[in-house]
């Protein structure tokens, strides 16, 4: 009863006028609510918010715990691995440009944003449930946001494809993909969802699928049977044999909806295989093809430079000799200075295996933090560790295909949003004990 009382408790955001609430919980509460959605409608907005977040907590951090009301932080395991894991990629950068006697400031940028994570963690970890709950309608929000902008303010890219005014189709459509599968995931997340905000969060998740399908990123589609799995697996152990059969068969009758549904969604599904033929053919000028070319470059330039790569920007520079050698077309080359379109790839060429281990680093400390966390009671923090490996398991699937981190929007986004949904996971406040928690 204990468990239920304190779900109940927490099944409402609190108000101004909730006793509950001080004005101090405003900006976290509003963060929480707003920021996936944020992200996708100004410019800039995921940067700003993150790097305004940051400031805020590292100030909440160092200032006197009478003012604060956050306790003392404890650094257990969870807080270090945590935050060595988002600083290992500023220290693998800088460590591989100080090899090379260049260190670039601007290629510093991205790196660092996964650090600016850290402070937010670290408070929002010892928030009380009554302030995190309000993250509950954040990603079905997030993911009706990102259609609506579709629908709204299309930015046409030509073959029926469409994104936002200011971030690329690739990057959008697996913003909004991750967005709608992390709002049915939110189903009863906190209490057992009334009937209206069931409708949203289901909304969120046809409207993430619908505005990935508009955009045309078939890229982020590979994580979609693997993220499904995943959540079967998961969500299945205990389940009724009924509910095993019946829950795959309703997500593949989705899917297959969707394919014979929308035709954009089956020509870029074929196209894969037009472009495999092309190439076969050497006609290795299209998307596919421009990819595996520079895939092989990649190998080569790890082959031969494999502890520390070729240090800032090694790749990019590399792409005219490659040309001149025949393994590249004028076309890839070209599109290869732009980037590797793969996030291993990129630290592996430019800063060897001390990058690419300091880049998996923030995919897999988290992850098994999520996985530990899934044993965990069945309550909020469990629910918000499987939302949180589906986080990054998508998302590392995402950077196959495309630098997933050479924007300074999409690295911020998944650094806060790991911070979030970590801190989530593993707050000291369980939802067990939330009941015997003094009123702030």
Not at 130 to 156: H, N
Request: proline residues 5%.
């Amino acid at each position: 009863m204990l468990v239920s009382q304190s779900q109940k408790d927490m099944s409402t955001p609190a108000t101004n006028s909730s006793p509950s609430f001080r004005s101090r919980s405003l900006f976290p509460a509003f963060f929480l609510l707003t920021y996936p959605a944020f992200t996708l409608l100004v410019n800039g907005g995921a940067s700003a918010i993150s790097i305004a977040a940051a400031v805020i907590s590292l100030a909440l951090l160092l200032s006197p715990k009478s003012w604060t009301g956050l306790t003392p932080i404890q650094w257990d395991g969870v807080d270090m691995r945590f935050c060595l894991a988002m600083a290992s990629v500023l220290a693998a950068v800088l460590i591989g440009e100080m090899w090379h006697g260049v260190v670039i400031p601007s290629t510093l940028d991205s790196p660092s944003r996964f650090l600016v994570a850290a402070p937010l963690f670290l408070v929002l970890r010892q928030g009380l449930p009554r302030t995190l709950v309000w993250s509950d309608l954040s990603f079905a929000i997030g993911a009706l946001t990102s259609l609506g902008i579709l629908l709204i303010a299309p930015q046409g890219l030509g073959n029926g494809r469409i994104s936002s005014p200011f971030l690329n189709a690739i990057h959008y459509g697996d913003i909004a993909l991750i967005l709608g599968a992390l709002s049915i995931l939110s189903l009863n997340w906190w209490r057992k969802d009334s009937l209206p905000v069931r409708v949203i969060k289901i909304a969120g998740l046809i409207a993430g699928l619908a505005a990935s399908v508009l955009t045309g990123s078939r890229g982020g589609w590979i994580a979609v049977p693997v993220v499904a799995a995943l959540i079967l697996y998961v969500r299945g152990r205990g389940k009724s044999r009924r509910w095993k059969v019946l829950l795959p068969l309703a997500i593949v009758a989705m899917l297959a909806g969707i394919f014979v549904f929308s035709s954009g969604a089956r020509e870029r599904v074929g196209d894969i295989s037009s472009d495999l033929m092309l190439y076969k053919h050497g006609q290795r000028d299209t998307s596919l093809g421009v990819r595996l070319q520079l895939y092989e470059a990649a190998v080569q330039i790890v082959k031969n430079h494999p502890l520390l790569g070729l240090g800032a920007h090694g790749f990019r520079d590399s792409m005219q000799s490659f040309a001149d050698a025949g393994m590249l077309t004028p076309m890839a080359a070209q599109l290869g200075r732009g980037e590797t379109h793969n996030q291993f790839f990129a630290y592996l060429t430019n800063y060897g295996i001390v990058g690419g281990l300091a880049l998996l680093s923030i995919y897999v400390v988290p992850g098994v933090i999520f996985w530990n966390r899934l044993s965990a009671p069945a309550g909020p923090a469990n629910r918000a560790a499987l939302m949180g490996l589906t986080f990054v398991v998508a998302f590392w699937i995402f950077g196959l295909t495309v630098e997933t981190f050479d924007l300074k929007m999409t690295v911020s986004f998944y650094a806060t949003m790991v911070a979030i949904l970590t801190a989530l996971a593993t707050n000291e406040y369980k939802a067990s004990s939330a009941a015997r928690v003094p009123p702030q």
